[in-house]
């Protein structure tokens, strides 16, 4: 799939999207042409019909996503008119994400820091190597940091925790971010890529529009009570009971074999 810079690569195999981000010489930093071409890939992959679930990581066996460019501030994030631009890029990606209705793994292996943290609380699960890193920096370079990303911390860790890697802009190990809730599981780092595609293919074996609805359930969930749109999830958990899959899975269980489902 192209996606208009070689410094993020998309593949589709076997109903699995692996997006990568690809720039080890700056441990896979959100540069502006990364992020420029990261809406349109996440869009791609969320219309692909052949795709049931997206993997993210980072190139290079260093870094998943070290977080934004710092060469390109003065730049991109002096200016009001430039933070403009750049937090409007910023919000297209998170649009993206949001929109993606397709279960995310996150595949951490090295630095996962600033904006690569958002990106990797952006996924639906998150596994990380046991030599992963991670932290928000934003401290120690004096800038601002944005409500979206402080929320999106706090929602995953709870405000102690938040509070404190927010205002040290310390470093945690693998084991410390799965403690605080950063991840779902630690694997050691030659077990990674096994484990993370090995998940991917059971979720992409199940049936589609029972995992689509069930997404949709657990966004809703975490929204505030009066901005939850239930009519949408029941609409999708009625779609799974007049699907074919919903048949074919109880033929499947009778029969003794695995199901074949179409998501239809």
Do not use: H
């Amino acid at each position: 799939m192209d996606t208009g810079t070689d410094k993020l690569r998309v593949e589709v195999d076997g109903g699995i999207g692996l997006l990568t981000f690809d720039d080890p010489a700056t441990r896979n930093s959100l540069s502006a042409e990364v992020r420029a071409a990261l809406p349109a890939a996440l869009d791609a992959l969320g219309a692909d019909e052949g795709v049931r679930v997206v993997v993210v990581t980072g190139a290079g066996g260093q870094a998943f996503v070290s977080g934004a460019n710092i060469a390109e501030f003065a730049e991109q994030r002096t200016t009001p008119e430039a933070r403009r631009a750049y937090d409007g890029a910023a919000a297209d990606a998170a649009r993206a994400w949001a929109n993606l209705d397709k279960p995310i793994i996150a595949m951490i292996r090295g630095y996962c820091i600033g904006g690569g943290l958002i990106t990797a609380l952006q996924a639906d699960i998150r596994i990380a190597s046991d030599d992963s890193r991670f932290g928000i920096p934003a401290a120690r370079l004096g800038l601002g940091y944005g409500m979206g990303g402080v929320q999106a911390l706090l929602e995953m860790v709870g405000p102690a925790q938040a509070a404190e890697m927010l205002f040290s802009a310390r470093r945690l190990t693998a084991a410390e971010a799965l403690q605080a809730g950063l991840v779902n599981r630690v694997v050691p780092a030659a077990d990674l890529e096994g484990e993370v595609m090995a998940l991917a293919q059971d979720i992409a074996a199940n049936a589609p529009l029972t995992v689509r609805a069930c997404k949709a359930a657990l966004r809703e969930a975490r929204r505030d009570p009066g901005k939850r749109d239930v009519a949408r999830v029941a609409e999708l958990v009625e779609a799974c009971f007049l699907s074919d899959d919903y048949r074919e899975g109880q033929r499947a269980f009778l029969e003794k074999r695995p199901p074949r489902f179409t998501g239809r």
